[in-house]
């Protein structure tokens, strides 16, 4: 099982970055997106085989190659295999919806590109790997919004925030290394390691005050681009592996894990507050990313199980809801250009089908009943309130100010009459099969919740260290994970 | 099949049913084959029937067995360490009653929108929001636990913002829906952390847990001190989608919406939504003592307003939303007083009166023209107003401040929303400046793929 999920991994990194060096060199004639649609679905499957055959194991995270020390080079657990497929399904919705005229095979590439160091950031704990990976991964998105026509400002305040970003997280990882607070008692060194690592992913994230990048990216980068970037959180991850899995839960968190934390909630509600007032469709998406990506934040520097399953549920749900919504929005965009949210805009007329889109999408993604956002709320706002009350507030006041920033980007969107006599304009098949799709796995994961729920508590449980207190005082909140708790590569 | 079994399979076909014309409807919409107006009026409201026959006989088994109450097990949805929810539902002398009346109402709103939208653009999209609303009030009047009783409730809230605005042309029906959403996500603050604060108190949502499954001489199973927050909690919620000062501004402007809806949300079943809860939970309301008499004074506050500001109306909907707002207010000061069949009596007798009265609003003139015709003339003014027996300043007084509504709308929107907007309208802009000192010139070209 072991080599068959290993084999998975490679074919998850491999059969994607090949389709791009193959769109890069010409293969697919006039017609990249086929090569790459294939490749992802590859992916896709691949990541669901490794899902597949990780729920059948004891809980142990696979791991490989740690010879550098504070991490395996390759590091399947119950976290990869959520998040694997997620990234697949997030990519290969944006791959079908994409206009035809902003896929050329140099942006199929880039794209492809991008996806497969993403796989390959969620299928490591190595912290050398990961900085790799963050140039890797940063580059590909700069290069994409650089080439964009009129992206020049956008290219240049991402490059600003992922050089900071990428220069704290290599010097706060070397440091780490030297000194890993993880095996002795640390000294400064590994201390201001942790903290320029806790800076690095606070730039990634976007938490306030490092959070301009977001929207700006959204507004002068291409959706798949936007998208690619966010969407995974690669910065989350980061801060998973290296931050939280390292810390004496549930005792008490680190200090950096403290202001990460308090800086993520803020910059949840004030993300949400500022989405009311955006004046275009795309900043009001950038700020609601932006929003979501703190709140998953927030809740994974918590300290209590639910709050970590919560803070993934949001992951996935916020992750599909807001690509489902960039999707769309690029789908009106290229029909009838950008969308201002000064006054309503009559779209719904045009364009029905969509409209409806994007209201489930939105709904989805604000918390509907039978929808996993809804899940994912009641965990997050019930952890965050069990651990911290004012922490609960703030997100609570996030869900809110999130939900009316939405319903306002629909009315004033699809509300009022249709300016002019203009063509309407239908939904095109490969656009009404990926959006549907990805409803309907809102959907499924909302009605029955519990598969995802129970994988996500069983690693995190795991990553808390509350299995192993638990089954030493008699508990049993996961007697798997607590009996392989021992062969965590950095346990606390 | 056991008692038990029966009931159950009753109560699952209440909430399935209309749910099942949601999905029937909503699936061939969604992939681009909506069924014809026909096809969509018969399936929403064979969903809707069918709900009422299952409540009509469930309450027929309920009655021969005394009202005994049944609860429907359907296990957990999900569930993290000792958090967990569980889709339970409840058949009792409460709930049954309200779902054959709410479904029975639905019904016959349905039969008449589908002549009264016929060939409205957004017919198919009108009857699927009717049908989720269905779904929504079920889901919340079986509802056994809280979580359940809050999807419900956000169903409730979602179907309603969506029918204020259904004719998006329209700016003003815009405006109202966002201002309608607006209210009720504030005021669903109090639902969601009633129900947090469930969970830490008895360790689930369930409803047997905080007070006993036996409506009305249900008992309180929580401290006081939890029963107190959590009630207040819920009163704040109810606030919201019944419309009590000071969050009664958006329910004259919801009447934006077709008819039918208004008359089946803001005339006879939203706008009792949050009766219903305080009533489900009325054993946690005899706990609380600040939480009943918040409830007096808000709710004889509302009757006041509404009753004063309703008087000026010059439009009848208008006029008709605000003495929905009258007797929502009554309600809540009546469940102040610990009384309990009483305002379920008035809920459902104010519902059917005030629904008519909203469908058949659109006919008014030719009702009028009819009475007069009948009369032979004019009927005159009223001549038993109470108002008249006011001192005449103390009139003008109050036709100045029923003019500008009771000053609600200035207070809440130059006290609240105004500083509140004012200060994101400052931050996006430094934002804005900020980024252009971040991203430089634009340089040439412009627009993106």
């Known amino acids: 099982m072991t080599e068959a999920m290993l084999l998975a991994a490679i074919v998850t990194v491999a059969v994607p970055l090949a389709a791009a060096a193959a769109t890069a060199l010409g293969a697919g004639g006039g017609r990249p997106r086929r090569i790459a649609v294939a490749a992802i679905c590859a992916a896709l499957a691949s990541s669901l085989a490794i899902s597949l055959l990780w729920s059948r194991t004891d809980g142990t995270p696979l791991a490989f190659g740690d010879r550098l020390g504070g991490g395996s080079v390759v590091f399947i657990d119950g976290i990869t295999a959520v998040l694997l497929p997620y990234v697949a399904i997030v990519e290969l919705a944006i791959l079908l919806v994409a206009p035809r005229r902003a896929l050329d095979a140099a942006a199929v590439a880039r794209l492809l590109a991008g996806t497969a160091a993403t796989f390959a950031i969620f299928l490591t704990s190595h912290p050398l790997v990961m900085v790799a990976l963050w140039v890797a991964t940063a580059f590909v998105t700069w290069v994409s919004v650089r080439v964009t026509p009129g992206g020049r400002p956008a290219a240049r305040t991402f490059a600003i925030a992922m050089a900071n970003a990428v220069t704290c997280m290599a010097v706060g990882t070397v440091l780490l290394l030297v000194d890993p607070p993880w095996t002795t008692a640390a000294g400064w060194v590994g201390t201001a390691g942790g903290w320029l690592v806790a800076v690095a992913v606070m730039i990634r994230k976007g938490i306030f005050p490092f959070h301009s990048w977001y929207p700006a990216l959204f507004a002068g980068a291409p959706m798949s681009t936007a998208l690619s970037a966010t969407m995974p959180q690669v910065a989350a991850y980061t801060a998973v592996r290296l931050l939280i899995g390292h810390v004496d839960h549930p005792e008490g968190v680190a200090a950096e894990l403290v202001v990460l934390a308090q800086l993520a909630l803020v910059t949840a509600a004030y993300g949400a507050a500022l989405a009311i007032v955006q004046r275009d469709l795309r900043s009001l998406i950038g700020t609601l990313a932006m929003s979501q990506s703190a709140m998953v934040l927030a809740g994974l520097a918590g300290t209590l199980p639910m709050e970590l399953d919560g803070a993934f549920c949001v992951w996935v749900s916020s992750g599909l809801a807001l690509t489902g919504i960039g999707l769309v929005t690029w789908a009106l965009e290229s029909r009838a250009g950008s969308i201002s949210l000064d006054t309503p805009q009559g779209r719904f007329w045009d364009a029905p089908a969509l409209a409806g889109f994007f209201l489930l999408f939105g709904l989805a993604g604000i918390g509907l009943p039978g929808t996993l956002s809804f899940v994912a709320d009641d965990l997050i706002v019930s952890g965050t309130l069990d651990d911290h009350i004012h922490a609960g507030l703030l997100v609570i006041a996030a869900t809110v100010l999130g939900g009316i920033a939405v319903m306002r980007g629909w009315f004033h969107v699809f509300g009022g009459p249709l300016a002019g006599d203009g063509p309407r304009h239908a939904i095109l098949p490969r656009e009404r099969v990926a959006l549907t799709a990805l409803l309907a796995t809102l959907f499924l994961l909302g009605v029955w919740p519990d598969p995802l729920v129970r994988a996500l508590d069983r690693a995190t449980g795991r990553l808390l260290g509350v299995a192993a207190q638990e089954a030493a005082t008699g508990g049993s909140h996961d007697p798997e994970a607590a009996a392989g708790l021992q062969d965590l590569p950095h346990g606390s | ?449």
């Not at chain 2, 969903?47 to 309920?62: M, P």
């Not at chain 2, 021969?64 to 539902?89: K, M, N, Q, Y």
């Not at chain 2, 008087?311 to 309990?340: C, H, N, P």
């Not at chain 2, 009948?374 to 001192?391: E, F, R």
Request: hydrophobic share 50%; net charge neutral.
């Open chain 2, 1 to 449: 099949m056991t008692n038990h079994d029966v009931v159950s399979l009753l109560v699952t076909c209440q909430l399935a049913a209309p749910a099942a014309t949601l999905a029937l409807v909503g699936a061939p919409t969604l992939l681009g084959r909506p069924p014809s107006e026909q096809a969509t009026t018969r399936i929403v409201g064979a969903g809707f029937t069918i709900g009422f026959l299952a409540g009509l006989i469930t309450l027929g088994v309920l009655a021969v067995r005394g009202f005994v109450p049944e609860i429907v097990h359907f296990g957990s949805w999900f569930s993290v360490g000792h958090h967990e929810a569980t889709i339970d539902l409840v058949a009792d002398a409460l709930s049954v009653p309200y779902v054959c009346f709410s479904t029975g109402l639905c019904a016959l709103v349905n039969a008449f929108a589908g002549k009264y939208l016929h060939r409205e653009p957004g017919f198919t999209r009108f009857f699927l929001l009717l049908a989720l609303f269905g779904t929504g009030m079920n889901l919340m009047v079986l509802a056994g636990s809280i979580d359940v009783l809050f999807a419900g409730w956000e169903l409730l809230g979602i179907s309603s913002t969506l029918l204020i605005g259904f004719f998006l042309e329209r700016g003003n029906a815009v405006r109202a829906a966002l201002r309608a959403f607006t209210t009720y996500r504030v005021c669903d603050v109090g639902l969601l952390t009633a129900a947090v604060l469930v969970h830490r108190a008895v360790g689930s949502g369930d409803f047997e847990h905080l007070f006993g499954e036996n409506w009305p001489n249900g008992t309180c199973l929580v401290p006081a001190a939890t029963a107190t927050i959590v009630s207040l909690l819920l009163v704040f919620a109810a606030m919201g989608k019944s419309a009590q000062v000071p969050f009664s501004g958006w329910l004259p402007l919801a009447m934006e919406g077709p008819t039918p809806s208004s008359a089946i949300f803001y005339g006879a079943l939203s706008i009792h939504a949050g009766a219903y809860v305080l009533l489900r939970c009325e054993a946690l309301l005899e706990q609380a003592w600040p939480a009943r008499a918040a409830l007096v004074v808000i709710g004889l506050g509302t009757a006041l307003h509404a009753n004063i500001v309703g008087r000026v109306q010059t439009d009848l909907k208008s006029m008709l939303a605000y003495a929905s707002m009258t007797q929502a207010g009554l309600i809540f000061a009546e469940i102040g007083f610990g009384w309990r069949v009483i305002p379920l009596v008035h809920v459902v007798s104010h519902a059917i009166l005030r629904s008519l009265q909203i469908l058949r609003s659109p006919s008014a003139l030719h009702d009028r023209h009819e009475l007069e015709a009948a009369l032979g003339g004019h009927p005159g003014a009223d001549p038993w107003s109470i108002g008249k027996l006011l001192p005449e300043r103390l009139q003008a007084m109050l036709y100045r401040i029923a003019l500008d509504r009771g000053f609600e709308e200035m207070a809440v929107g130059r006290l609240i929303v105004a500083p509140f907007m004012r200060l994101l309208e400052l931050a996006a802009r430094l934002e804005r400046r900020w980024l252009a000192l971040l991203g430089g010139d634009p340089g040439p070209g412009g627009g993106r793929p």
